[in-house]
């Protein structure tokens, strides 16, 4: 199946900034599906939903559900690899002998439902999940530096881990911010009369802050060099 | 395309695993580091010693990082919100200060139970306290949550994982991580261009052809 499969984090990102719009046309353009899985639907409709905070931001998702621009795809599989995942990444690393509790189950429902529908990739928001799939290394060097301690690593764990999630390809709403700028998405932002500032630039540069200050783990240079690049 | 399930999870699955043995008593590094923030705590508060009591909550991090208990999770958003407190009414409860001793006493004394008691006493009273307080002191409570979170994520525990274990939402804690610098120190490996022209691919744009 051609298909993105979306963590909580951009679907989160792209509703506080009212960019949740841009998936019905890039959904248009990539020809495929985009799926979500229950625990995400749980955290982007059901949970905001029962509460006073972000129940107006979970009524703007649920559009996406009801014309299928987002569908929930499910099977006791995925949900059996998902805990799998969870269980053998969450025994990987000991921090003063106690296993660290990296990810959450519903991260390893994104992964694992990416893999059975073998999707082209995740969107993924959130660091360390991402981090995990791109560069465990890395990430267990930033865990010895941040919690100041020696990480213990289970090397048979942590080679399974990483055949499971090798081959992943992860992209953040960052990303999809860009592509729907080349695209030209963004056209109906543009006022001709508006002189006063380059307003391509501010569109973009509005676009990525936007998403960077609502969560998406992305840095302040990457969002530079993406500028230089898309205005060269 | 991914890669497709691995023999190992099929053997896994077919052995049928068990996971969640949940913790009855305190990891000792945890109480030991619980009762050294509690020390400082209790010595600031009562000196009305405003001076670094906001970074109290911080030290420990680390294990409610690591552990993930509820124990080290609630005295880093309690010790936070009473720094919220003395910063704005430049006062603190005697009693807050007591029930503080108390808990860090039972705690030397391995009295788990009555400690985690008094902690949830002295929660609930700091929220009583005052009516016209009331909907501050929520609100403090609920930054604290979200502060002590974006630390914990910050200490490389994803964000689903994060917000569960301060039962806070994930929309307050992307909004919040957002506006810190958490996320602009973390090296990457794959490059903004390889991540550009892979999208690219999926969305079949060979080349930027279309500004705004």
Not at chain 1, 100 to 114: G, K, N, T, W
Not at chain 2, 156 to 162: D, E, F
Not at chain 2, 176 to 188: C, W
Request: hydrophobic fraction near 40%; aromatic fraction near 10%; include cysteine.
């Amino acid at each position: 199946m051609k298909a993105l499969v979306f963590d909580s984090g951009p679907i989160i990102s792209l509703t506080i900034n009212n960019l949740l719009w841009i998936l019905d046309p890039l959904k248009k353009k990539f020809n495929g599906e985009f799926i979500i899985t229950p625990s995400v639907y749980g955290e982007v409709i059901t949970q905001p939903l029962s509460t006073k905070k972000y129940k107006l931001e979970a009524l703007q998702v649920l559009p996406y559900f009801n014309n299928n621009t987002l569908d929930i795809y499910f099977n006791k599989s995925i949900q059996d690899y998902a805990q799998y995942l969870l269980d053998l990444i969450n025994s990987c690393f000991k921090a003063f002998g106690n296993n660290i509790q990296l990810v959450h189950f519903a991260e390893m429902e994104v992964i694992s439902c990416a893999k059975f529908v073998k999707a082209e990739a995740i969107v993924i928001d959130e660091r360390t999940t991402r981090k995990l799939i791109e560069d465990p290394e890395g990430h267990v060097r930033y865990l010895e530096r941040k919690l100041g301690t020696k990480i213990t690593i289970d090397m048979e764990k942590f080679q399974q881990m990483k055949e499971e999630l090798k081959n992943l390809r992860v992209i953040r709403s960052i990303e999809l911010a860009v592509i729907s700028f080349e695209l030209g998405l963004y056209k109906e932002f543009t006022d001709a009369k508006f002189k006063q500032v380059d307003l391509n630039k501010a569109i973009l540069e509005g676009v990525l802050w936007g998403i960077k200050l609502n969560g998406c783990s992305v840095r302040e240079d990457e969002i530079n060099e993406i500028i230089n690049l898309e205005l060269k | 395309m991914f890669s497709t399930i691995s023999e190992e999870f099929i053997k896994m699955k077919n052995n049928k695993n068990c996971m969640g043995d949940e913790k009855q008593i305190i990891e000792e590094k945890v109480r030991c580091d619980i009762i050294v923030v509690l020390d400082k705590l209790i010595i600031k508060l009562q000196r009305k010693d405003i001076n670094d009591l906001g970074n109290i909550s911080n030290e420990i991090i680390h294990c409610a990082s690591v552990f993930q208990d509820v124990h080290s999770v609630s005295i880093a958003v309690v010790a936070y919100a009473l720094y919220k407190i003395v910063e704005r009414e430049d006062n603190i409860d005697p009693q807050f200060i007591t029930r503080l001793i108390k808990a860090r006493n039972y705690l030397q004394k391995y009295k788990i139970e009555r400690f985690n008691k008094e902690i949830n006493q002295l929660t609930k009273e700091i929220t009583k306290k005052d009516r016209q307080l009331n909907l501050y002191i929520k609100h403090v409570f609920n930054e604290a949550e979200i502060k002590k979170g974006s630390k914990i994520y910050d200490h490389g525990i994803s964000l689903a994982q994060t917000a569960k274990l301060l039962n806070i939402s994930q929309w307050e804690l992307m909004k919040y991580i957002g506006k810190t610098k958490v996320i602009d120190f973390l090296p990457e490996k794959i490059d903004v261009k390889q991540r550009l022209q892979f999208t690219r691919l999926l969305f079949r744009q060979s080349t930027v052809n279309n500004k705004v």
